[in-house]
Structures are given as structure tokens and as C-alpha cells.
Nanobody, 128 residues
Framework: EVQLVESGGGLVQAGGSLRLSCAASGFTFDAYGIGWFRQAPGKEREGVSCISMRDGDTYYADSVKGRFTISSDNAKNTVYLQMNSLKPEDTAVYYC?????????????????????WGQGTQVTVSS
């Protein structure tokens, strides 16, 4: 059974940091891409960052470049999202998702609909 479990969300003041974790199980981790997405109330889901376990390629949305860093620990089948210099507009439910990279692909070109498995989400709230 495929499982993605996010953790690490919480309440933080603007300018603070959080590290989200996405623990994966039930699939061949190094053949997949893992993405972080977020959805704020009344807004559409948006891609934040993603990483290819095949080649290590990463992608960041313009809104988080220079503030967020995605990384992985393949031994633990876990992907992290280090979020620094948080802003109130970063407030959202953050989800991780996985997609099988059966052919070479630029991970940043994949749309949310192409991701096959999703976690339950973790709330991030940034107060001003």
C-alpha cells in the first residue's frame, strides 16, 4: 500500500522557519518524483517545489525561490521542505505527492494531475 505522510506543519511568526517532512512507503522511492503543493482557503492548489529521485533535479515556484529548499534522504524514503523567511501568504495546507517517472522527464514540467499519490496534508500558518 502506497503511503505518503506529511509532518512538520504548525504556527510560526513571519520571518520564521519550518521543516516539512514527507515519509513515503509502498513504492520504489528512487523511481519517483516527489512534489510539494499547497492550497490556501478559497485558492487553487499550487505547486511549490519538487524533486526527481532519479536524477536529483529540483524545481521551485517563483514565490518560494531563495526561501524554500527541497531535499531527500533516500535511506529514509523521506523528502523534506525547509521553509525559511516565511510570510503570511505562505499560509496553506501543504501536501506532498508522488509520481512514477517511467520515462525521463523534467520534473518541473509535471502538472498536479500527473501525480498519482497524495498525502493527507499538514497545515502551515504564518502570523504577521
Amino acid at each position: 500500500e502506497v503511503q505518503l505522510v506529511e509532518s512538520g506543519g504548525g504556527l510560526v511568526q513571519a520571518g520564521g522557519s519550518l521543516r516539512l517532512s514527507c515519509a513515503a512507503s509502498g513504492f520504489t522511492f528512487d523511481a519517483y518524483g516527489i512534489g510539494w503543493f499547497r492550497q490556501a482557503p478559497g485558492k487553487e492548489r499550487e505547486g511549490v517545489s519538487c524533486i526527481s529521485m532519479r536524477d536529483g533535479d529540483t524545481y521551485y515556484a517563483d514565490s518560494v525561490k531563495g526561501r524554500f529548499t527541497i531535499s531527500s534522504d533516500n535511506a529514509k524514503n523521506t523528502v523534506y521542505l525547509q521553509m525559511n523567511s516565511l510570510k503570511p501568504e505562505d499560509t496553506a495546507v501543504y501536501y506532498c505527492a508522488a509520481v512514477w517517472l517511467k520515462i525521463p522527464v523534467v520534473i518541473g514540467t509535471l502538472t498536479p494531475n500527473e501525480y498519482e499519490y497524495w498525502g493527507q496534508g499538514t497545515q502551515v500558518t504564518v502570523s504577521s
